[in-house]
């Protein structure tokens, strides 16, 4: 007799870092119930597609998924920011199975069920501890918190995901270890607003091991600095206590890394004001200061919007002046684009498509003479690099002041082959705009 087999689904994640460890999570609970997962929706019992929903960009690529999906298989699922607006999904394909907001896990689940009931096989189906991972083995997203309570007038994220909602500090150490068990070496620690961590639960103490850790920032980074792994901080929006953890990355033990990601968006105090984000940069280019005097490798990474309702080429000039003041070393920009529910769409007049490009290379220009600037003064350095990729004669890797995906690479050349995942040392002997070149000099 023919067993039966097991259900397959295919899967397509869309969106940001916090939304990828939204699907490693519906997977883990699919993979748990026995479920086989598939990038081809051609031949599966169903397709799952986590939606974007922040950008009409994004939304218009989520739609387009869900079309070819529904195309090539006919039974889908959607899930995801999009899915907290499911009237703009049912417009386009009425006919898909269900639709569930961001973090409706068990929602998924129950929506799975009705269309292909698991047949789960105990002995077959183990899922590690640290569950399935959409990353390379060597680094993972830790997402310690859900929503946000901002009000930023550009953005519909709360109402998309909701208010801040904090995992308690054990719950996301028993995480992170599990990942650093299972060979992980570098922790991207993300949320919606990381340096809000805890605010919601009253920084409420939870039971790690011997000792109680308090639901706060700065101890959430101090415990996960002592794990083993590099730990590298996202997202974090700059209140006052931001400076706490500066000292901790100075001590250089290999854990908190001194890289900070700070979405500062603009620099002109009118500009600030209408997109409801802290306005008083000239204090914020003391703290970047006083942070680079306590910790001189430090690295700062941030995004910025240009063409915001009402931006207007003084405001832009503003801009460019900070930007050359504050010496950011990692830079994103993105042109205003408007999104239906924003407040910021009703706050001025809309800057033009041509002025909003123009403003954008400029932009570029201005940072990319910087990034070349500031990474020249690391030929002749010797850098931790964790490698990504591997070729022939020269790998692909990041220092301690590169994300993966969003920031530069470091090219290694060796006299033995390196591995993805193994942290060499590397004499760094030529800079370019976003990316440095050397050779392995330790392992």
Request: some cysteine; proline content about 6%.
């Amino acid at each position: 007799m023919t067993e039966p087999r097991a259900p397959k689904v295919s899967f397509v994640s869309l969106g940001c870092p916090k939304a990828l460890v939204d699907s490693e999570r519906i997977i883990t609970r699919l993979r748990a119930e026995g479920y086989e997962l598939t990038r081809q929706h051609q031949g599966a019992d169903l397709a799952i597609v986590n939606t974007c929903g922040f950008l009409e960009s994004a939304q218009a690529e989520s739609l387009e998924a869900i079309g070819t999906a529904l195309a090539e298989n006919g039974k889908v699922i959607v899930t995801g920011c999009m899915g907290a607006e499911p009237e703009k999904i049912t417009e386009r394909f009425p006919n898909v199975l269900a639709i569930t907001g961001p973090q409706q896990y068990e929602t998924v689940l129950e929506a799975v069920h009705r269309a292909a009931p698991p047949q789960h096989d105990p002995f077959l189906d183990l899922v590690p501890p640290e569950g399935i991972k959409l990353t390379p083995r060597h680094y993972a997203y830790l997402k310690i918190s859900e929503g946000c309570n901002n009000r930023c007038t550009f953005c519909i994220i709360p109402k998309l995901r909701g208010h801040l909602a904090s995992r308690p500090a054990a719950d996301v150490l028993r995480e992170a270890e599990q990942l650093v068990a299972a060979g992980v070496k570098e922790l991207l620690v993300i949320s919606q607003d990381t340096s809000a961590y805890g605010i919601d639960i009253k920084y409420a103490a939870s039971r790690w091991k011997d000792r109680e850790v308090r639901a706060k920032f700065i101890d959430l980074a101090r415990e996960l600095g002592t794990l083993g792994a590099w730990v590298r901080l996202h997202y974090v929006y700059p209140y006052p206590h931001v400076d706490e953890v500066i000292p901790l990355m100075a001590e250089g033990n290999g854990g908190v890394l001194p890289y900070l990601d700070i979405p500062f968006q603009h620099a002109s105090p009118d500009v600030l004001r209408r997109m409801k984000r802290p306005a008083a940069q000239e204090k914020t280019l003391d703290r970047i200061r006083r942070w680079r005097e306590i910790c001189p490798d430090l690295t700062l990474r941030s995004t910025f919007i240009v063409g915001f309702p009402g931006e207007t080429e003084d405001d832009f000039a503003m801009l460019l002046d900070w930007l050359d003041e504050a010496e950011l070393d990692r830079v994103g920009c993105f042109r205003y684009e408007p999104v239906r529910g924003a407040a910021a769409n009703d706050l001025a007049a809309l800057v033009p498509d041509d002025v909003k490009g123009d403003r954008w290379n400029r932009f570029m220009a201005r940072q990319q003479a910087i990034s070349k600037r500031r990474l020249k003064r690391k030929v002749g350095t010797r850098q931790q690099v964790i490698i990504d990729e591997v070729g022939p004669t020269v790998a692909k890797g990041r220092s301690k002041g590169d994300a993966p995906e969003i920031d530069g690479a470091v090219y290694v050349a060796s006299r033995r082959p390196l591995r993805v995942g193994e942290i060499a040392t590397v004499k760094i002997e030529r800079a370019e705009e976003y990316d440095l070149h050397g050779t392995a000099v330790g392992f």
